[in-house]
Structure formats: C-alpha cells, structure tokens
C-alpha cells in the first residue's frame, strides 16, 4: 500500500529554519512527481511546492517569496522541504502529496506534521 | 488562476442533492480535481480530470464541466459526506485550490 509520512515539524521562532521530511512506501518513488501542500488553522488548502521524479523541475508558491526549497532523495525514498526565514503565516499542517501523474493530481497524502512559528 | 467556489457552506437533509459550483478566472480545460476533507482528516482526492471518479470513490459523487466552469454533486447526501470539499485547477503550476466549501447536514 501507499504511504506517506512526514516528519520534523515543530515549535520555531520568527526568522529561524526548519526541515520537513516525508518517507514514502508502496510504489517506486523516483517515478513519480510529489508536492507540498499545507493548511493553516481554520484555513483551506495551500499549494506550496511541487518537484519532478529526477528533480529536474521544481514550482513554488510565488507566496513563498523564495524562502522555500523542495528537494528529494530517490534513493532513500524522501521528499524535503527546507523552510527558512520562518513567520507566523507560515504556521500551518504541511502535507507531502503524490502526484498521480497522467491526468491524476494529488491521489495519496500523507497525515501532515505541524509547523508552529511563534515567539 | 483564481478558483472561487459557492456555495462557501451549506446544510441539507438526507437524500438530498447537493451540488457545488467552482468557476477558474481563466480556462483550466478539464485539468479541475475535487477533494474532500473530513473535518480532522487528511485530504481525499473524489474527482479528477474535471468528471472522472477515483478508484473507491461512491457513485453518489459526480462532477461536469469544463474550461471555466464547474459543478461537483452528491446525489444523496449520506452523514459521513460531512466534511469540506475543494476544487484543484492542476493545469499548470501554480496548482490552486478553491476556498473551500463546509457541507453539513440539517
């Protein structure tokens, strides 16, 4: 079966860093293109990154403001998100998505981790 | 491209039809997906390609359209079809989603 799951959310400060992992299993990764997608509280859905299955292409939020970087490593199975210069906006569920490929967008999530920015 | 959905909420009984409109600022030509999001759950991909269910997904749940314009109906509204659900333009990066809109039941 497919699955998804994110890690290395948490409590950080205004201005500071934070690395998101995502560890996928059930189909063979490198084939296809994954995304970011988060949720703030209370809010809807917000697409933040996308990359392609040899990382040859990557598309952001332009919200992001280049703060952002998706990254992913096929031989270990993962998809990352670096986040720097964090705000209070950026707080939020981050989901990792699979693309479906094809006509099929975001057919598998993972459960999100939580991403706290306060001081 | 902006998606806007409506209604942003609605309450209906049991059995009832409930159809969703969500309308692109520009043509997205079928490349609109819908997803459901129970409330404290992850997102659910329901429909793709503008009108094509996904594998498991009931038959109560269809949607039409094209281009700009686009209609998601549940045909007999069952308790469990209590949740949020999104419209997606995946045309081209960046991939929207609509606001959102909560379906309860009355």
């Known amino acids: 079966d497919v699955e998804l799951v994110e890690s290395g959310g948490g409590l950080v400060q205004p201005g500071g860093s934070l690395r998101l992992s995502c560890v996928a299993s059930?189909?063979?990764?490198?084939?296809?293109?994954m995304n970011w997608i988060r949720q703030a509280p209370g809010k809807g859905l917000e697409w933040v990154a996308h990359?392609?299955?040899?990382?040859?292409?990557?598309y952001y939020s332009e919200s992001l403001k280049g703060r952002f970087t998706v990254s992913r490593d096929n031989a270990k199975n993962s998809l990352y998100l670096q986040m720097n210069t964090l705000t209070v906006d950026d707080t939020a569920v981050y989901y990792c998505?699979?693309?479906?490929?094809?006509?099929?967008?975001?057919?598998?999530w993972g459960l999100g981790t939580q991403v706290a920015v306060s001081a | 491209i902006q998606l806007t959905q409506s209604p942003s909420s609605l309450s209906a009984s049991v059995g009832d039809r409930v159809t969703i409109s969500c309308r692109a600022s520009?043509?997205?030509?079928?490349?609109l997906a819908w997803y459901q999001q129970k409330p404290g759950k992850v997102p659910k991909l329901l429909i793709y390609?503008?009108?094509s269910l996904h594998s498991g997904v009931p038959s109560r749940f269809s949607a039409s359209g094209s281009g700009t314009d686009f209609t998601f109906t549940i045909s007999s509204l069952q308790p469990e079809d209590v949740a949020t659900y999104y419209c997606?333009?995946?045309?081209?990066?960046?991939?929207?989603f609509g606001p959102g809109t909560t379906v309860d039941i009355k």
């Open positions: 059930g189909f063979i990764f490198s084939r296809y293109s």
């Open positions: 520009q043509g997205v030509s079928d490349y």
């Open positions: 390609s503008a009108s």
């Open positions: 997606q333009d995946y045309s081209n990066a960046p991939f929207t």
């Open positions: 998505a699979r693309d479906g490929g094809g006509h099929v967008p975001f057919d598998y």
């Open positions: 990359i392609s299955g040899p990382s040859t292409i990557t």
